[in-house]
């Protein structure tokens, strides 16, 4: 039978003159069966058979590269486009310049956010007439580092917008959904907030303003995250213009990544690490009778207290302000500026959390001595956020090594099936080993014979530095600070610690740390 | 209600594109029966009908205009027309030719209606003149024998309207594309590249001596470097690749290529240097969301656009293209994706590259060595304007500013992507003429054999 095989009406490219050949005999069947088609009067029509030219086989070669090379385009077009689709779109989307991620919420519910420790932090209902409300089961304790869904967004409402309005639920009950008209239940943010220790911290600020953050040192988990004044994310939507026109109070700023103060005293771990990179040790002996003048500029020791003869250790220990005063002004300022960058000042921290501040150190070499001598003390221009505070913390605890703090763990469908995973990455060091190594035996004896001996127990091993920062010239007004860590075998936690205007950091804040160790630890 | 409508509509749409596409490469697959492969071409016209009406049923609803209804009706008359055209009265057309092109206007159609009505009448408007315009042009391939002696007309045409956009056009995104004449606004390098391709063709098919190709290259040079003076590096760039792929092929030497791909090489670096809406294009490239509220925002928010609408496509009406700046031109691509889904896109470049490797194919198999010219260089543009455009709204290149054929808003473009397909229709008609010509001749012959 001649009709068995039709020669391709499209002919790609072929090369090889053995296929020609056959294609020829082919071709010469064909004419043939055209002919007795054409005598039927059926049209002759493609398929036209291609007559291969010649015997001349390189003839195609031209045709060859440029077919190729467009196939070899358009194929490369095709897969970026999918890598796209698949690896990269999700950075664009959750973009907040892309207004269609609001539209999503029309045909998703918006999925929960949960601790790490399993409960529930914020949820969606659904009434009987297809109305969405959002809860916050804990109210005002969460408020700041959730956020809120009205009214812009805000904390990780903000952060894992996209996830929360995504569905990855069983796809049959999407498109019976969708057919139905029905919303789907969006995904389960997983957090790596530990709720308890949220809650110890939130209960022991009492009713001082400020800030606390707590982190994993060895993953960079942020494990709590407070902010007061805070508000109830529940009735933020009716309460929302008095509280945003309330500038004084600042509710809605959250202070843990945004609020920038006075490091006090708890800066006295750079001036310290900045004296031992100069040659400085332990044993260095100083006088102070409670104050110290130079330049005309007199600065005395927190309550005037006259700390006497005592090592540079000891001086660290009792946060005495006139030794580190003293020592700031032997310091080489270049080589103190650059310390500070090293340790992330002046430059946008490594995290994914959304509205962090920087922290702001300047000190030239032309600096008056009363602005060295109050920078050495946590004083003068410099200011820090509480995150970056606990960053530092978490460094020295994982001997120099910063991770990035992060809050989002992972992504769960509403049957609790992991759909992504966030795994914690590396900054790098910031810090030596050995500078790491000097500074915990700084923090440790804040705790075993200085102003944080509060956090001496046998429960766990504590390492900090306390801090009264003055921010107005009323002497009196001090916020107290607590920047340290603690750990029991692989356990460990960073914290930051700020209470505005409450007096000294040992009085303060020591005990707010105490609480949180006491109930990360188990006690 | 309008919602399940949408959806059932959304995936039946896919699903049928998908089809439609899958059988744009099935019919290359070789030993097909003809009936089969007669068969197939009939579904497809089928599903573009059928997807026509789908979707202008759901634009209907979301819309409440009724002048869809008549537009359909209209749309349906349209594409019944063309296929007429090229399926009764000029026999043997290609028909996967036509199909894709009717396929690729109803997208047009379709997605123009859905973001501007208005446009998307007059868009229908040009492309019935462009019908009427263009079906005379396989005659006049086939029939006019002197086209391959008026190299100096195509030249002196091409030059003089390029140079009159570098002096008096109007610019617009940091280019001079068009002149306006009264109220009409036409881009003359639409028209001029294929006149362009005429004339390279009308030198290269018999050269003999070096002197030939200088004066190709000379007066293709000064064709470049007109559009580079407008600032139109989208269009250089269509132009110098084309006249490489033209010499390529018809002196065979590989050192065209490695020399053009060098020429482009510096030239591209060069246009870096000198002009800032390059540098802003390529900053908006390389991170866009990092000058989001510059350079990177029509590129943003067509991925935004893009990756939210994802894989399946938010429904048409459902989505926001018109965030995307000018996108029912250069940014359609990313509007489609949106709306209609990932699926429908990525379908949509390969019925583009069917095309493309119909127009080689055409070429490929025509003798005439100025009528092979013709078609290699038509299907050059083609390929070259398709591979700028889209991948520019992925940002997979930086974006160059180049429409998509037969897709995006413009007379311009249509019209001369409706002649560009005329033409290599009436080559592929021509060629089977010959060809038939030749087969009677045989046929005899053969016809002898077996009586004996």
Same mark, same amino acid.
């Given at each position: 039978?001649?009709r068995q095989k039709?020669?391709?009406?499209?002919?790609?490219?072929?090369?090889?003159?053995?296929?020609k050949?056959?294609k020829?005999?082919?071709?010469?069947?064909?004419?043939?069966?055209?002919?007795?088609?054409?005598a039927?009067?059926?049209?002759?029509?493609?398929p036209q058979p291609?007559?291969?030219?010649?015997?001349?086989?390189s003839? %195609?070669?031209?045709f060859?590269?440029i077919?190729?090379?467009f196939?070899?385009?358009?194929?490369?077009?095709?897969?970026?486009?999918c890598?796209?689709?698949?690896f990269?779109?999700?950075?664009?989307i959750n973009?907040?310049?892309?207004?269609?991620i609001?539209?999503?919420?029309?045909?998703?519910?918006?999925?929960d956010?949960?601790?790490?420790?399993?409960?529930v932090?914020?949820?969606?209902?659904?009434?009987?007439?297809g109305?969405?409300?959002?809860e916050?089961?804990?109210g005002?304790?969460?408020?700041?580092?959730?956020?809120?869904?009205?009214?812009g967004l805000?904390?990780?409402e903000?952060?894992a917008?996209?996830?929360?309005?995504?569905?990855?639920?069983f796809?049959?009950?999407?498109l019976?959904?969708?057919?139905?008209?029905e919303?789907?239940?969006?995904?389960t943010?997983v957090t790596?907030?530990?709720?308890q220790?949220?809650?110890?911290?939130?209960?022991?600020?009492?009713n001082?303003?400020?800030?606390v953050?707590?982190?994993?040192?060895?993953t960079?988990?942020?494990?709590?995250?407070?902010?007061k004044p805070?508000?109830?994310?529940?009735t933020?939507?009716?309460?929302y213009s008095e509280?945003?026109?309330?500038?004084?109070?600042?509710?809605l700023?959250?202070?843990?990544?945004?609020?920038?103060y006075p490091?006090?005293?708890t800066?006295?771990?750079?001036?310290?690490?900045?004296?031992l %990179?100069?040659?400085?040790?332990?044993?260095?002996?100083?006088?102070?009778?409670?104050?110290?003048?130079?330049?005309?500029?007199?600065?005395?020791c927190?309550g005037n207290?006259?700390?006497?003869?005592?090592t540079?250790?000891?001086?660290?220990?009792n946060?005495?302000n006139?030794?580190?005063?003293?020592?700031?002004?032997?310091?080489d300022?270049?080589?103190?500026?650059?310390?500070?960058e090293q340790?992330?000042?002046?430059k946008?921290?490594?995290?994914?959390?959304s509205?962090?501040?920087?922290?702001?150190f300047?000190?030239?070499?032309?600096?008056?001595?009363?602005l060295?001598?109050?920078?050495?003390?946590?004083?003068?221009?410099t200011l820090?956020?509480?995150?970056?505070?606990?960053?530092?913390?978490?460094?020295?605890?994982?001997?120099g090594?910063?991770?990035?703090?992060?809050?989002i763990?992972?992504?769960?469908n509403?049957e609790?099936t992991n759909?992504?995973?966030?795994s914690?990455s590396?900054?790098?060091?910031i810090l030596?080993?050995?500078q790491?190594?000097?500074?915990?035996e700084?923090?440790?004896?804040?705790?075993t014979?200085?102003?944080?001996?509060?956090?001496?127990?046998?429960?766990?091993?504590?390492?900090?530095?306390?801090?009264s920062?003055?921010?107005n010239?009323?002497?009196?007004?001090?916020?107290?600070w607590?920047?340290?860590?603690a750990?029991d075998?692989?356990?460990?936690i960073?914290?930051?610690?700020?209470?505005?205007?409450?007096?000294?950091?040992?009085s303060?804040?020591v005990?707010?740390?105490?609480?949180?160790f006491?109930?990360?630890f188990?006690? | 209600?309008?919602?399940?409508?949408?959806?059932i509509?959304?995936y039946?749409?896919?699903?049928m594109?998908a089809?439609?596409?899958?059988?744009?490469?099935a019919?290359?697959?070789?030993?097909?029966?003809?009936?089969?492969?007669?068969?197939?071409y009939?579904?497809?016209?089928t599903?573009i009908?059928?997807?026509?009406l789908?979707?202008?049923?759901?634009l209907?609803?979301?819309l409440?205009?009724?002048?869809?209804i008549i537009m359909?009706?209209?749309? /349906?008359i349209?594409i019944a027309?063309t296929?007429?055209?090229?399926?009764?009265?000029?026999k043997g057309?290609?028909?996967?030719?036509?199909?894709?092109?009717?396929?690729?206007?109803?997208?047009?159609?379709i997605?123009?209606?859905?973001l501007?009505?208005?446009?998307?009448?007059r868009?229908?408007?040009?492309?019935?003149?462009a019908?009427?315009?263009?079906c005379?042009i396989p005659?006049?391939?086939?029939k006019?024998?002197?086209?391959?002696?008026?190299?100096f007309?195509?030249?002196?045409?091409g030059?003089f309207?390029?140079?009159?956009?570098?002096?008096?056009?109007s610019?617009?995104?940091?280019?001079?594309?068009?002149?306006?004449?009264?109220?009409v606004?036409?881009q003359?390098s639409?028209?001029?590249?294929i006149?362009?391709?005429?004339?390279?063709?009308?030198i290269l098919?018999q050269?003999e001596?070096?002197?030939?190709l200088?004066?190709?290259?000379?007066?293709?040079?000064?064709?470049?470097?007109?559009?580079?003076?407008?600032?139109d590096?989208?269009?250089?760039?269509?132009?110098?690749?084309?006249?490489l792929a033209?010499?390529?092929?018809?002196?065979?030497?590989?050192l065209?290529?490695?020399?053009?791909f060098?020429i482009?090489?510096?030239?591209?670096? /060069?246009?870096y240097?000198l002009f800032?809406?390059?540098?802003?294009?390529?900053?908006?490239?390389?991170?866009?969301?990092s000058?989001?509220d510059?350079q990177g925002?029509?590129v943003?928010?067509?991925?935004?656009?893009?990756?939210?609408?994802?894989?399946?496509?938010s429904?048409?009406?459902e989505?926001m293209?018109?965030?995307?700046?000018?996108?029912?031109?250069?940014?359609?691509?990313?509007?489609?994706s949106?709306?209609?889904?990932g699926?429908?896109?990525?379908?949509?470049?390969?019925?583009?590259?069917?095309?493309?490797? /119909?127009?080689?194919n055409?070429? /490929?198999?025509?003798?005439?060595?100025?009528?092979?010219?013709?078609?290699?260089?038509?299907?050059?543009?083609?390929?070259?304007?398709?591979?700028?455009?889209?991948g520019?709204?992925?940002k997979f290149?930086p974006?160059?500013?180049?429409?998509?054929?037969?897709?995006s808003?413009?007379g311009?473009?249509l019209?001369s992507t409706?002649?560009l397909?005329?033409?290599?229709?009436?080559?592929?008609?021509?060629r089977?003429?010959q060809?038939?010509?030749?087969e009677d001749?045989?046929t005899?012959?053969?016809?002898?054999?077996r009586?004996?």
């Open positions: 039978m001649a039709e020669p391709r009406e499209i002919e790609i490219i072929d090369l090889n003159p053995k296929n050949n056959q020829n005999k082919n071709s010469k069947k064909n004419n043939s069966n055209n002919n007795e088609n054409r039927k009067g059926s049209r002759s029509k493609e291609i007559q291969p030219k010649e015997k001349n086989g003839k %195609n070669r031209e060859a590269v077919t190729y090379g196939l070899a385009l358009f194929i490369a077009l095709s897969v970026y486009f890598y796209f689709m698949e990269q779109s999700e950075d664009f973009n907040s310049y892309n207004a269609r609001a539209q999503l919420s029309n045909s998703i519910i918006r999925g956010i949960v601790s790490s420790d399993g409960e932090l914020a949820t969606s209902s659904v009434d009987s007439q109305n969405e409300t959002r916050y089961p804990n005002s304790t969460f408020a700041h580092v959730i956020g809120y869904n009205s009214n805000m904390g990780v903000l952060d917008n996209f996830y929360l309005l995504r569905s990855h639920s796809i049959l009950n999407r019976l959904n969708d057919l139905k008209d919303k789907s239940q969006g995904d943010v790596t907030l530990n709720a220790l949220q809650k110890t911290a939130y209960f022991a600020m009492g001082y303003d400020g800030a953050v707590a982190m994993e040192p060895s960079g988990k942020i494990l709590s995250m407070i902010s805070d508000f109830d994310p529940n933020i939507e009716d309460d509280i945003a026109t309330d500038s004084s109070s600042s509710v700023l959250n202070r843990a990544t945004s609020g920038l490091p006090g005293s800066f006295k771990i750079l001036t310290a690490l900045e004296y %990179n100069e040659g400085g040790n332990n044993t260095d002996s100083f006088d102070c009778d409670g104050s110290f003048t130079s330049d005309g500029y007199e600065i005395h927190y207290k006259a700390h006497g003869n005592e540079f250790l000891e001086a660290f220990g946060s005495c006139v030794v580190f005063s003293q020592v700031g002004l032997t310091l300022l270049n080589s103190f500026y650059g310390l500070s340790l992330l000042f002046n946008s921290l490594p995290t994914r959390l509205n962090v501040k920087s922290s702001s300047s000190l030239s070499e032309d600096a008056s001595d009363s060295i001598m109050q920078t050495s003390i946590g004083q003068g221009d820090v956020t509480p995150l970056h505070m606990a960053m530092i913390a978490s460094s020295i605890c994982n001997e090594l910063l991770m990035e703090p992060y809050i763990d992972s992504v769960q509403d609790g759909v992504e995973s966030y914690e590396e900054y790098g060091n030596t080993t050995v790491a190594e000097e500074l915990e700084y923090m440790r004896f804040v705790v014979d200085g102003t944080a001996s509060a956090l001496n127990t046998d429960s766990y091993e504590a390492f900090g530095k306390t801090g920062a003055e921010y010239s009323d002497k009196d007004d001090t916020h107290s607590f920047v340290g860590y750990k075998g692989d356990k460990e960073a914290v930051a610690i700020i209470l505005e205007g409450a007096g000294s950091g040992s303060y804040a005990p707010v740390a105490k609480a949180m006491d109930t990360y188990g006690n | 209600m309008l919602h399940l409508l949408v959806t509509s959304k039946t749409i896919m699903i594109f089809i439609y596409t899958y059988d744009c490469f019919v290359l697959r070789p030993g097909m029966k003809p009936e089969k492969r007669e068969h197939m009939k579904k497809q016209t599903l009908y059928l997807i026509l789908n979707a202008n049923a759901v209907l609803c979301s409440m205009d009724f002048r869809i359909s009706v209209a749309e /349906m349209f027309l296929l007429l055209i090229y399926n009764r009265i000029y057309a290609s028909l996967s030719v036509v199909n894709n092109m009717c396929m690729l206007l109803t997208l047009s159609f997605i123009l209606t859905r501007d009505i208005e446009k998307a009448i868009q229908f408007g040009i492309a019935c003149v019908l009427v315009i263009t005379v005659l006049f391939i086939s006019l024998k002197f086209l391959n002696k008026l190299s007309l195509y030249a002196i045409i030059i309207g390029l140079g009159v956009v570098t002096i008096a056009g610019t617009e995104y940091g280019a001079k594309l068009n002149i306006s004449i009264g109220s606004t036409i003359p639409e028209f001029i590249k006149l362009f391709v005429f004339f390279v063709a009308s098919y050269w001596d070096i002197t030939e200088f004066y190709a290259s000379g007066v293709a040079l000064l064709h470049v470097l007109l559009l580079v003076a407008s600032k590096l989208g269009g250089a760039a269509i132009f110098l690749i084309t006249y033209m010499m390529y092929v018809a002196t065979k030497n590989p065209i290529l490695v020399g053009g060098g482009g090489a510096v030239g591209s670096f /060069m246009a240097k800032t809406h390059v540098q802003n294009r390529v900053i908006a490239w390389l991170d866009p969301l000058v989001i510059d925002y029509q943003s928010q067509s991925l935004f656009a893009i990756g939210t609408g994802g894989w399946f496509g429904g048409l009406g989505g293209p018109d965030k995307i700046p000018v996108v029912t031109k250069d940014f359609v691509f990313a509007a489609i949106e709306e209609m889904g699926v429908v896109a990525l379908c949509l470049i390969f019925v583009c590259i069917s095309c493309l490797l /119909m127009f080689f055409i070429s /490929m198999s025509i003798k005439d060595m100025f009528y092979k010219l013709i078609a290699l260089g038509l299907g050059t543009i083609y390929g070259i304007q398709v591979f700028l455009t889209l520019g709204v992925i290149i974006s160059t500013g180049v429409t998509l054929p037969l897709i808003y413009g311009s473009s019209l409706m002649v397909f005329a033409v290599i229709q009436g080559l592929y008609i021509m089977n003429d060809e038939s010509e030749l001749g045989k005899k012959r053969t016809k002898r054999n009586d004996y």
